[in-house]
């Protein structure tokens, strides 16, 4: 990655970062700090919504889907505050590592009981999709992975997860996808070379936003 920053450029706008690693001193928390740091310079207001900090649960309960499949949606406080917190944002950052080729199951979870019919998609009576009050919001996604690109790249796991992540679920909701950026071999660099890194990810959101 080749980057240039700038400090000088001011602009406006809300920015949620959603960060799901369990190590408040893991790299994914370093990374979710270079981004909330780049973007308030640049005069974005960032908020962090840090799953395993909040304690989120995240089973989707037979209540829970009895009300998806029926249509209620009296929610849990803890879902109406995350609806809330993505409400408020015009972009969405989700930084998180890869397990089993998947995002962490407490960001899947997130995904199963806060992007629910009414709020993230809906349909009229014959079937065909509404507008969602999320449509037209962005999402940047850095990922992380143990695995070096050379393996990433020749078993097409990037390309799998993006399109689980730009289709599946947030094209669905009419969001788009605008950045999915893999930090791949992390777990064998050096602490130095991990720097390095970070100085990257701050001059790679400098051009994102």
Not at 153 to 180: N, P, Q, R, W, Y
Request: charged share 25%; with cysteine; net charge negative.
């Amino acid at each position: 990655m080749s980057y240039a920053v700038s400090d000088n450029v001011i602009v406006s706008g809300k920015v949620l970062i959603i960060l799901a690693h369990p190590n408040v001193e893991s790299f994914n928390h370093a990374v979710s700090k270079t981004v909330s740091r780049r973007l308030s310079n640049k005069g974005y207001e960032v908020k962090t919504r840090d799953l395993y900090q909040l304690g989120f649960d995240p089973v989707l309960s037979l209540e829970e889907l009895k009300n998806y499949e029926n249509g209620d949606f009296k929610h849990a406080q803890d879902i109406l505050a995350e609806q809330e917190a993505i409400l408020w944002a015009d972009h969405l950052v989700l930084v998180f590592p890869t397990w089993w080729w998947s995002p962490p199951a407490i960001l899947k979870g997130y995904l199963d009981r806060v992007f629910t019919p009414n709020f993230a998609f809906a349909f009229d009576e014959n079937g065909i999709p509404k507008v969602s009050p999320l449509n037209g919001k962005k999402v940047s996604i850095i990922q992380t992975t143990g695995a070096d690109e050379e393996f990433v790249k020749s078993e097409e796991m990037d390309e799998a997860v993006k399109k689980l992540f730009s289709t599946g679920i947030f094209g669905f909701c009419g969001m788009e996808v605008v950045h999915h950026e893999f930090l791949m071999g992390v777990s064998g660099k050096s602490y130095e070379e991990l720097k390095q890194v970070l100085q990257e990810v701050d001059m790679m959101v400098d051009t994102w936003f």
